[in-house]
């Protein structure tokens, strides 16, 4: 079985550019999401989608931070323009669903914000 | 206070050694407990998970839950080199979708030979 697919693996902007990141979820997982994971901390949660739909975004930055998940499967997330302090690893993740969410992570994005 | 608080180590063993890995939580009404898994420039990996208070074994690795302390622990026994990672806690509230996992920040643990 095929995992969740991200590209890039690494980036490198300047602050006030844009930049975009792409995931694959696992063929038939209805949940995906999107983490934010900077150095020496746990992920965090940007933002989750059932299918096409938006389940929470609460903690995405709405000014600066989008996302979309097209046909309910592939998604990307973009960041226009980008901080300093975006510079994190970016996790995709999906999951089947059932009482317990149990994510299969992609191997990230990091960004770098010079 | 975080909701989910976990010692970042680095924390370094000799092999064959117990480990023992500990998350404390403020929020009640957290009911699932997860550990997961991270090697270096990967993506966390799902270990185990409980239900409630409790313990549950998975071959080498024990997890335990004690909800009236908010406290809980992974144990490794006779702990490997290819051990040698980040383990992260994750909480969930309630069951079934739209309940968001809460990470702990993770512990580095290093086996040496």
């Known amino acids: 079985e095929a995992g969740v697919a991200q590209s890039p693996r690494y980036k490198i902007i300047e602050k006030r550019q844009s930049v975009a990141f792409w995931c694959n979820p696992i063929s038939g997982h209805a949940t995906l999401y999107w983490y934010q994971q900077i150095l020496g901390q746990g992920p965090k949660l940007l933002i989750q989608f059932q299918n096409n739909g938006v389940v929470d975004d609460s903690q995405l930055p709405k000014d600066r931070f989008s996302a979309e998940r097209l046909k309910g499967v592939d998604s990307t997330l973009k960041i226009q323009p980008a901080k300093l302090e975006d510079s994190a690893v970016y996790l995709c993740?999906?999951?089947?669903?059932?009482?317990?969410?149990?994510?299969?992570f992609g191997s990230g994005t990091q960004l770098s914000v010079l | 206070q975080k909701e989910v608080e976990q010692d970042p180590g680095p924390l370094s063993v000799p092999e064959g050694a117990i480990v023992s890995l500990n998350c404390t939580y403020s929020?009640?009404?957290?009911?699932?407990f997860m550990w997961y898994r991270q090697y270096s420039r990967k993506g966390p990996e799902l270990l185990m998970y409980?239900?409630?208070?409790g313990n549950k074994e998975d071959g080498r690795f024990t997890a335990q839950v004690d909800k009236s302390s908010k406290y809980i622990s992974l144990f490794i026994r006779d702990s490997q080199p290819s051990d040698s990672a980040t383990y992260l806690c994750?909480?969930?509230?309630?069951?079934?979708?739209?309940?968001?996992?809460?990470f702990g920040t993770g512990t580095q643990l290093k086996v040496e030979l």
């Open positions: 994750a909480m969930q509230e309630g069951a079934g979708g739209g309940n968001k996992l809460t």
């Open positions: 993740a999906s999951s089947l669903g059932g009482l317990v969410e149990k994510l299969f």
């Open positions: 409980t239900y409630s208070s």
């Open positions: 929020n009640s009404a957290f009911q699932y």
